[in-house]
């Protein structure tokens, strides 16, 4: 673990950046060299992160049109999500998942 002091452009990152992990506590910024996994991913996981990455590619696409923006935009403060951007990841993400919509 190195703890970063006085550096003003790492002292705002958090995630994951190639095999660093930067993670934030208060007003502390600590590193940590990503750890490699101990088991490996199971079927179920495979297939939850599959479906994760193709409802975010389907919500970047349909954000690109107004229309569905302002959608996306009222389902959010319907759902109490943050965004736009996380209220159609939620909803194609559910689609990918169930079949149903939400609405």
Do not use: C, D
């Amino acid at each position: 673990m190195t703890k970063i002091n006085h550096n003003a452009l790492i002292t705002l990152l958090s995630g994951k950046i190639s095999n660093l992990v930067f993670r934030r506590r208060g007003n502390k910024t600590t590193a940590y060299i990503l750890s490699p996994r101990k088991t490996p991913l199971s079927e179920k996981q495979k297939t939850a992160q599959q479906q994760f990455s193709e409802a975010v590619a389907m919500a970047k696409q349909a954000l690109q049109k107004e229309s569905e923006r302002q959608k996306f935009e009222k389902l959010a403060k319907k759902l109490k999500k943050a965004s736009a951007y996380g209220a159609a990841i939620s909803y194609y993400y559910k689609q990918i998942r169930t079949g149903e919509s939400i609405n």
